[in-house]
């Protein structure tokens, strides 16, 4: 009886610590970040910009199925609620539950480079730069929960400036500046992957050669879209 208790403990308590995950980063053909998906429970994806806005948010039905290439989400059918008119204003109409996941941002109160942001989803707690620490950095994400985020820093060849550069163990590396114009700037290797591109000289220049679209890098999926 004290082994079932300790299991179903076990579960209860995964449950509730690895329920919220970045499910995805998306990588535009320009080697900015599109979207940081966050995963819920019951298939749900809240996707997030770098400055910590939720772009987007539903149930996707491709998971477990195929890859959601198009980003395409249906409406979530359980509970939803929002802050009320009478939450800070820097709340109000904000979405606050999906179902089980109380979603919170920085009040009005806060320093206004955090107001409105996500402070939290679920478990999983965010963390912004500042303008004291590289102004072409200010506002970006810093943490989401044990996942640290650094970026490329101002005086970084302008092809790579405020590009993703790490997430948690995992590195990105871009093409300079100085590279063929058919690629600069594209991603040039995250983790242990590479990727290639056809040259200005070649047939659909610019378009990726070696490499795959999808991969996961240290548990973390990362899409690479050609436009």
């Known amino acids: 009886m004290k082994k079932l208790f300790l299991i179903a403990s076990g579960v209860v308590f995964c449950t509730t610590v690895f329920a919220q995950r970045i499910s995805k980063i998306t990588i535009t053909g320009t080697g900015t970040v599109s979207d940081i998906v966050i995963g819920l429970d019951e298939n749900v994806q809240v996707y997030i910009s770098k400055e910590g806005q939720i772009a987007k948010w539903g149930f996707d039905r491709f998971i477990g199925n195929q890859e959601n290439y198009n980003d395409y989400l249906e409406p979530y059918v359980g509970r939803v ?49 500042q303008s004291f620490e590289d102004k072409s950095l200010a506002g970006n994400l810093k943490n989401i929960g044990q996942q640290s985020i650094t970026w490329y820093p101002s005086y970084e060849n302008e092809a790579l400036r405020g590009k993703l550069k790490t997430v948690g ?45 999808v991969i996961n890098a240290n548990g973390l999926k990362f899409y690479l879209r050609n436009y």
């Open 169 to 213: 163990y995992t590195s990105l590396s871009y093409y300079g500046s100085f590279e063929d114009k058919a690629f600069r700037g594209k991603i040039k290797s995250i983790g242990s992957f590479t990727f290639s591109y056809y040259s200005s000289f070649e047939q659909y220049s610019g378009s990726m050669k070696n490499g795959m679209s």
């Open 81 to 129: 609620e929002y802050y009320s008119q009478n939450d800070d204003e820097a709340l109000r109409g904000r979405v606050k539950y999906i179902g089980k996941t109380l979603i919170s941002y920085y009040p009005s109160y806060e320093i206004e480079s955090l107001r409105g942001k996500l402070k939290s989803i679920g478990s999983m707690n965010m963390d912004y730069y």
